[in-house]
């Protein structure tokens, strides 16, 4: 669920479908980038996203970029090392996208802009504890996609923010309030729609389609992304889960060792919470393929895992799974 999330707010970061004159002429730089990015070359990404940012100073796009450029790590690093230049970004580009709006309020871009601005620091305020500002800027941030949508109502991306919206809202008063089929729909126009996150897309309805246990729907979506990008770790654990859920063990095993295999000797590591989650994983199959001992070794590396207070706290009901099981398997 965290990674459905921290895919669904790297997503809002980058509202560009049909254009205005800056979008439609950066398209293909852009979209250059963003492929960097899944390649693992940071660098150069940082580098076009800069160029962005000084070609155009007082537009937002550029300060949406970079926050979707650390928006990014911070998935793909599974850590909150890079929040104070996020909030950075997305304050200058809600302070430039409301600048904009006060001389052309109905253009879809400045309420874009604005809206996932707001709905980004509203989802890190309540990830850090602080829920009801956190809902606050959110609900905010929402009133200004439905303005997006009001004018243009084939923006990819602000439909995507808008099916999210639905879906874990339905996921929350489901009992009041279900439209997680109707989200799922207009999850899939996003994809179609979108000019630069059709893969960030595919991945988030990907792991809504896991929670919604429809893992073969996941499988393919998985496979769709690996086919551009096979060594993305971030395609990899969802097509891996998928497997898993569908109690494929051995073809899941042999996913989250190719995992195991980048993650544990990654260069640059922030935390050690994807590490858990291999070996958690690893456990669980080889415990459902009725090989103990291997389960047991799984288990003994993921207790050794150097997690952090708030990742423990993230992660107890799989550390809780765990300590179960391996009692359990004691008495084998």
Known sequence: MNRIIAFLYIILSLGIIT??????????????AIDMMYKENFEEALGIFTYVKDTYPDYPLGDFLLGFYYNFLASFYETDNFDSKIVLYYDLAEKK???????NEEDP???????????NKGYMLGRDGNR???LKKTFSGISYIEECLEY???????????????????????????????AIIMLKQSIVTSYFSQYL??????????DYEKYEDAGKLADTALEKYPEC????????????ELKKYSEAIALYHKLEDKIVHMETKYSEKDTFNIYYFLCRSYAASGEIQLSRKYYELATFCRL?????????????????????????
């Open 233 to 244: 770790h971030l395609f990899i654990f969802l097509k891996a889960r998928a497997l898993f």
């Open 152 to 182: 243009d109502k084939y923006h990819g991306d602000a439909i995507m923010l808008m099916a999210s919206y639905k879906y874990y809202k339905s996921d929350l008063i489901s009992w009041v309030y279900d439209r997680k089929d109707l």
């Open 201 to 210: 897309a595919t991945s988030t309805l990907g792991w809504i389609y896991i």
């Open 109 to 119: 871009w400045f309420n874009f802009y604005m809206g996932a601005s707001l709905i």
């Open 308 to 332: 952090s207070r708030k990742e423990k706290d993230i992660l107890s009901d799989r550390i809780e799974e765990l300590d179960d099981l391996y009692k359990r398997s004691k008495g084998r």
């Open 19 to 32: 254009a205005s004159e800056i979008e439609d002429k950066e398209k293909n730089t852009i979209n250059a």
């Open 97 to 103: 996208a409301k600048y904009h709006l006060s001389n």
């Open 132 to 134: 009801y500002s956190g």
